[in-house]
């Protein structure tokens, strides 16, 4: 008796999530709606702007599927006009007052610092899956949300951050 392996045999995810992604917990409930399957996790941190730009890309099995970028910028921007400007993202939905924008494959932050020795500036929270990721909306609504509410309790507007 032969037996047949291909396509009847269901594909698994045989890698562990992530907990945190730049150094900040994920919500492992929504990352695992968007996370392929696959066996190999690679998480890579970058700072390629010191003191501005924060970049972190999950790969799996080699292809990158998800990114988050912590950037420090001029006040002003809405978490709207950055997913749409940005991101190409037609009709985002805002959520927190319009301090968080979403959709199935990108979603935003914005935490507002206002005063102190760097006056007033934002820095914007941007998450994005890559296929082969899945596209989830209510999943990216989650994971941004949780994300910055982990963020903002490492206090990053503080001197000391």
Sequence with gaps: MVAAVGCSEEQKR???????????????????HL?????????????PVPDALTTCEASVDGDKVLSVEQEHRDAGASAYDIA???FGVKQPKSVRQGSAAYSDRVAVSVVKCRGGESGDEDITIAVKTVKPAHQDESAMKDLILGYTSAFEKQQPCSENS
């Design 14 to 32: 045989e890698y562990a999530l992530p907990t945190s992604l730049c150094g900040i917990p994920v919500p492992a409930s929504a990352l695992s």
């Design 35 to 47: 996370m392929p399957t696959g066996k190999q996790l690679t998480v890579n941190e970058a700072t």
């Design 84 to 86: 749409r400007d940005r």
